[in-house]
C-alpha cells in the first residue's frame, strides 16, 4: 500500500515566524511531489511543485525534497493569519498515480 | 476563461434519490477526477477518467456512477445505495493521467441529505 504521511495538527505559530510542513512518503519510485493549501469550505489550490532533490523557493514558499529520506517538506517564512489553512502533500508514485496525504492544519495566530 | 466548474455548489438529497453532480472542464485535459471529502478528513478517491469513454473505480465507488462521454465532462451519480452522502465533492483534472504535471480542483459540490 503506498502512503502519503502527515502530522494532521493542527500545528500552531506565531505571526512572522516560519511554519515547517512535513510530509513522508513510501515509494521510492515517486517523481513528483506537490503541496496544496485547503482554505476551510474551499477546494485545494497548488501552491509549490518540486520534482528535484534539493531546495525550491516560490516567494515566502520554499519546498524541499530529499529522496533518499522519502521526505519533502513545505517551508513557510513571516507566516501571516491568511496563511491558516490545511496543508495538503500530494505525490505521484512509479505509475505516476497522485497519492494524497491526509492534510496538516496550520494556524497562524497573531 | 480557463477552468473546471462544478455545479450545483449545494445539493440537497431526499431518502431513495439518485442525484448528479456535474462537472465541466475546458482545459482540454485527458484525465478527469471524482474526491470525496468528509470534515476533518482528507481526499478520497471516487472514480477516475484517463480518456473519453473510459473510467476505472477508486478507493470508494460503492453507490456511486460516472460517465464520460465527453472529453469536457465527467458526472457523478450518487445513487440510493450510497447510505452516506453527505460529503463535500470535489473534481479534478490533469493534463495528462501519466506524467509529472498534477491535478488542479473545481470548487466543489457540498452535499446534504434532508
Known amino acids: 500500500q503506498k502512503e502519503v504521511e502527515q502530522n494532521s495538527g493542527p500545528l500552531s505559530v506565531p505571526e512572522g515566524a516560519i511554519a515547517s510542513l512535513n510530509c513522508t512518503y513510501s515509494?521510492?519510485?515517486?517523481?513528483?511531489f506537490f503541496w496544496y493549501r485547503q482554505y476551510s469550505g474551499k477546494s485545494p489550490e497548488l501552491i509549490m511543485f518540486?520534482?528535484s532533490n534539493g531546495d525550491k523557493e516560490d516567494g515566502r514558499f520554499t519546498a524541499q525534497l530529499n529522496k533518499a529520506s522519502q521526505y519533502v517538506s513545505l517551508l513557510i517564512r513571516d507566516s501571516q493569519p491568511s496563511d491558516s489553512a490545511t496543508y495538503l502533500c500530494?505525490?505521484?508514485?512509479?505509475?505516476?498515480?497522485?497519492?494524497w496525504g491526509a492534510g496538516t492544519k496550520l494556524i497562524i495566530k497573531p | 476563461d480557463g477552468g473546471i466548474t462544478q455545479s450545483p455548489k449545494y445539493l440537497f438529497r431526499k431518502e431513495g434519490q439518485n442525484v448528479t453532480l456535474s462537472c465541466e472542464q475546458n482545459?482540454?485535459?485527458?484525465?478527469m477526477y471524482w474526491y470525496r471529502q468528509d470534515p476533518g478528513q482528507g481526499l478520497r478517491l471516487i472514480y477516475y477518467?484517463?480518456?473519453?469513454?473510459?473510467?476505472q473505480k477508486g478507493d470508494i465507488a460503492e453507490g456511486y456512477s460516472v460517465s464520460r462521454e465527453k472529453k469536457e465532462s465527467f458526472p457523478l451519480t450518487v445513487t440510493s445505495a450510497q447510505k452516506n452522502p453527505t460529503a463535500f465533492y470535489l473534481c479534478?483534472?490533469?493534463?495528462?493521467?501519466?506524467?509529472?504535471?498534477?491535478?488542479?480542483f473545481g470548487p466543489g459540490t457540498r452535499l446534504l441529505v434532508l
Open positions: 482545459l482540454n485535459h485527458d484525465a
Open positions: 518540486i520534482y
Open positions: 477518467s484517463q480518456i473519453v469513454n473510459d473510467f
Open positions: 500530494a505525490v505521484t508514485d512509479s505509475n505516476y498515480q497522485l497519492i
Open positions: 515509494d521510492r519510485g515517486s517523481q513528483s
Open positions: 479534478a483534472s490533469r493534463p495528462s493521467p501519466r506524467g509529472q504535471e498534477t491535478q488542479y
